[in-house]
């Protein structure tokens, strides 16, 4: 069983909750969120709020996602998974959505990808009442979707 490792950023202005489904090795490895390099997920933030540049270390993407009004956190908070592998997860614990909840305004729950969007819907939804919106993975296994796809479609977080 592995424990998740990071913990949720959001504050009090968060208006938007993005579930990943479990950190990657590479995420754990270096503790924050979207860690491996092949993964679009701050390159598609990054054009979707129109900032000049792409965060780059962990104090960098934390500041970028307050800054943006942006809590991020993961749907599991220990399970059982081969490497980074979302189709190996088994034995899956959630985690409590709760503090960010009742701590900030969050207008709508979206999730990166259809394992996140399954767990979700399996283990957190019937907790929190709210549905969640899918939104095509930004891992680089999704590969059937590019890098200019993916930021027109993730352009919903900001409406």
Sequence with gaps: MIQHPISPVFDSHSTVLILGSFPSVKSREIGFFYGHPQNRFWK??????EEQTVPKDTEEKRDFLLRNGVALWDVICSC????SSDSSIRNVVPNDLTPILEQANIRQ???NGKKAMSLYQRYLEPET???AVCLPSTSPANA???LERLIQTWQVIRT
């Design 109 to 111: 729950i979206y999730v």
């Design 44 to 49: 598609v933030l990054a054009a979707v709020f």
């Design 144 to 146: 059937s979707w590019n």
């Design 80 to 83: 059982d998974i081969t490497g």
């Design 129 to 131: 009442g709210r549905k």
